[in-house]
């Protein structure tokens, strides 16, 4: 390790050690007045301090970026032990954080485009629109008059992220303080396998300009296109978008809250199906919104690739139990995909009981809403280690990023409390269904399917074996 990522490391560590020994000075102190407190007295008194330790990992954490800023992203959006109060406090670093000095962006565009940005764009704000834990995005116009966003990379970001992980014991201290109710283990696992893929901005730039080109002329779904000759490695151009943040959609009537979960709905689990790729960070930072379902999706800096093999068994998992309604084959499945040990000692009941959560607002049609008591259950669930099924369960390599659906998507669509009749909707999506449009969006996006002739990639499901 160099002296550089050591003395890094030692700095960060002993910052986030602070925090942590403040908050538990903070429930030391309080502890005397919980004790004598009884009922909703108890309750206030335990939010009041929840919300300053919120308030406390907000502003320490959003001046240090990197691994520990996105603990807090994680934790605001989807850790169901935070009040309403202390998630509204934390989700400030879900888009708006401190952002580096116009000199240092400016210092980064003319190392990695050759000139400062006064030369390379026709125009340049140096103040940026949004700051996040790797980046921020700064408004210009090229120079043949497009309007664009420039994600613009933290320099030194990359030692910064390597002495965070490298913190194994902080980080573990780190996520029982923002995500106290998860598996710290497994977190920490998904933030080591996937955090470092963002900082390659050429990775993000191709992910990006594939999902654009797929989706291009959607009637709800956008993706802003490249602009290749201004990115780079540290540097990503694209086109500028425009639209409402997650908070404001959250006060418009829940009939365009449903409207827009529908959207993300479909972009969701259509480029999962039809392209075989996720993009894996969910969070309510990248998402702009407008009227009528209009969803433009932002960030493409964890995009996961499935392989036709990869998909066959997740599309057979959910044609058995939800289609067939046949648990031998479902529970084969899972031991095809690597998430059960075959012939565990486990009945085929406990197999189903354990996973159906999952799976409920698809297994039956009728409309459903998801709320955030679903979206507890759901994380509840991933993480329950306590079940018999725990010893015989696995989460193979190539599946560990999915479950950003389970842990972020459907937290977003319980925050908006959105209804629909999932299932008719997912049989439109399913290969193994393809059954016709079942709401307007779905029309619409019938109607794009004809005009571009956009196929799904092959998905083979395997026959039920008999019994």
């Not at 429930?27 to 008194?45: M, N, V």
């Not at 289609?323 to 009945?347: H, K, T």
């Not at 354990?354 to 799976?359: E, K, L, R, W």
């Amino acid at each position: 390790m160099s002296m550089k990522i050591s003395s890094l490391r030692v700095s960060r560590g002993m910052a986030a050690l602070r925090l942590a020994a403040r908050g538990g000075a903070r429930y030391a102190a309080g502890a005397p007045r919980l004790f004598a407190a009884a009922g909703e007295h108890r309750q206030r008194l335990r939010s009041d301090l929840a919300l300053q330790t919120a308030e406390d990992v907000a502003a320490t954490l959003g001046t240090m970026k990197g691994v520990l800023m996105k603990l807090g992203q994680m934790a605001s959006y989807v850790d169901e032990g935070l009040s309403p109060a202390a998630r509204r406090t934390l989700s400030r670093l879900q888009d708006s954080v401190p952002p580096m000095s116009p000199e240092l962006a400016a210092q980064v565009i003319t190392g990695e485009l050759g000139a400062p940005p006064e030369r390379v764009f026709a125009a340049w704000d140096p103040e940026p629109i949004a700051a996040a834990s790797i980046g921020q995005v700064h408004r210009a116009i090229t120079r043949d008059g497009r309007a664009a966003a420039v994600k613009v990379q933290y320099p030194g970001i990359a030692e910064t992220i390597e002495a965070d992980l490298g913190n194994v014991g902080l980080l573990r201290r780190m996520l029982k303080i923002t995500a106290p109710s998860q598996d710290v283990d497994a977190l920490l696992a998904e933030l080591r396998e996937r955090v470092s893929e963002e900082l390659d901005y050429r990775r993000e730039a191709r992910n990006q300009q594939l999902f654009a080109d797929y989706y291009d002329g959607h009637p709800t779904i956008a993706v802003p296109r490249i602009i290749g000759e201004l990115s780079t490695r540290r540097v990503v151009t694209s086109e500028l978008a425009d639209g409402a943040r997650f908070a404001e959609l959250a006060s418009w009537p829940q009939a365009e809250r449903d409207l827009a979960a529908e959207t993300i709905y479909r972009f969701v689990f259509r480029s999962l199906y039809e392209m075989h790729a996720f993009n894996g960070d969910p969070h309510p930072g990248n998402y702009l919104f407008r009227g009528g379902g209009k969803v433009t999706f932002l960030d493409f800096g964890l995009v996961k690739h499935f392989t036709a093999e990869e998909m066959r068994p997740l599309a057979a998992m959910a044609k058995h139990l939800c289609v067939d309604n046949d648990p031998e084959a479902f529970r084969r499945a899972m031991e095809d995909a690597g998430f059960l040990v075959p012939d565990a000692p486990v009945s085929t009941e406990m197999v189903v009981e354990h996973m159906a959560v999952f799976y409920d607002t698809v297994r039956e049609p009728g409309p459903r809403t998801m709320t955030g008591e679903y979206a507890t259950a759901v994380t509840r669930r991933f993480f329950d280690f306590r079940s018999p099924l725990a010893a015989y369960a696995r989460i193979p390599r190539s599946y560990v990023i999915l479950q950003r659906i389970n842990l972020g998507v459907f937290a977003l669509l319980g925050d908006l409390s959105a209804t629909a009749d999932w299932r008719r909707i997912a049989e439109e999506i399913w290969p193994f269904v393809q059954a016709p449009p079942c709401t307007p969006i779905g029309e619409a996006e019938n109607a794009w399917r004809q005009t571009r002739k956009v196929a799904a990639k092959p998905v083979f499901v395997a026959a039920a074996k008999p019994t």
